[in-house]
């Protein structure tokens, strides 16, 4: 399962490398919470990840404009609910 997370986190970068984009490290932490969650994630629910595996809070609207990035760059789906 890590070595697939690993895999997704390089095609990621690849792709957005190709598409002229930056996957800063901190989008890369939020993609990688939403690829080890074992269900649907809220930003709020990534928020708290987010401080607990990394150390530091998150401020809400820096991950909503994360989530926002990775869904304009292909690599996340948005639910609605």
Known sequence: MVGDIEKTL???RST???MGLKL????CRVLQILLQAK???S???IIDHYRLSC???LP???AYRMLRFLLQ???IHKLET
């Open 24 to 27: 800063t490290t901190k989008r």
């Open 73 to 75: 760059a292909g690599l």
């Open 39 to 41: 269900e649907p994630l």
């Open 60 to 62: 809400a609207m820096s």
């Open 16 to 18: 957005c490398d190709d």
């Open 55 to 57: 150390s530091e809070t």
């Open 43 to 45: 930003a709020y629910h």
């Open 10 to 12: 390089d095609k990621a």
